[in-house]
């Protein structure tokens, strides 16, 4: 369901060494889903972290360690994760999709256990306009509705990680790597384990001079360093 598609413009790289402390929603007037073009465009001077559509599909933008420019409050922006909400230019209609209901829910309960937030606080759940209150956004977004969904998700065993498919793609393969590498030692592990064991029991027949052992140990090649 998610896809990154980083822009190069209108963000912030870093924090200036603040890490998110919560979530800014908002809503976007547009019938198109994606947000990319819109955010790299030098004249727009915003962006949002993410962006989350009618059809249940989200979007990435800017990392969560860097800066979106979204609330209009630069110190906000530093301690925030922007997200971004498609009403197909009917930003008062709360009745939106089950489907953006249940992304929106879930990439937050995602953002609760990553950086560890208070799962009992859904304060952190904030509306844009308690920021700037001259704006209505997030409009009739049912933000009470996320923030129940979340709820429910952090306080269950639903509570399944959710990455974007970049970076769930990325995660599987360094996972496949490492365990790759752990076969590999445990297989190196087991024959030095057997040569050991075969070397006891031929020491406790007598069967080997010290001179034959010491022969029988420069023929075991093994990459010791495993140990």
């Known amino acids: ?10 963000f912030t790289p870093g924090r200036n060494g603040y890490k998110p402390e919560f979530v800014v929603m908002h809503t976007y007037g547009g019938k198109g889903e994606s947000l990319y073009n819109w955010f790299n465009k030098n004249s727009t001077q915003s962006s949002a972290h993410y962006a989350v559509f009618l059809n249940g599909d989200f979007e990435q933008y800017v990392k969560d360690e860097d800066t979106s420019w979204n609330a209009g409050i630069w110190d906000i922006n530093l301690k925030c994760i922007g997200i971004e909400h498609q009403d197909n230019n009917n930003p008062d209609d709360s009745v939106r999709t089950n489907e953006l209901y249940e992304t929106s829910a879930q990439l937050i309960a995602d953002l609760y256990r990553r950086f560890q937030w208070d799962i009992e606080d859904l304060g952190l759940i904030k509306k844009h306009n308690e920021f700037v209150s001259d704006r209505p956004c997030p409009s009739g977004l049912d933000v009470d509705r996320i923030r129940r969904r979340v709820y429910e998700i952090t306080h269950s065993s639903e509570n399944i990680i959710f990455y974007p498919q970049n970076e769930m793609a990325s995660l599987k393969k360094a996972l496949e790597r490492q365990g ?24 406790r027949d007598n069967k080997l001079t010290i001179s034959d052992l010491n022969d029988q140990l420069n023929k075991t090649k093994l990459d010791l360093k495993v140990c």
């Open 1 to 10: 369901k998610g896809k990154e598609k980083y822009i190069q413009n209108n």
């Open 180 to 203: 790759q590498e752990l076969l590999e030692k445990g297989n190196e592990i087991t024959k030095l384990q057997n040569t050991i064991d075969t070397l006891n029991q031929v020491i």
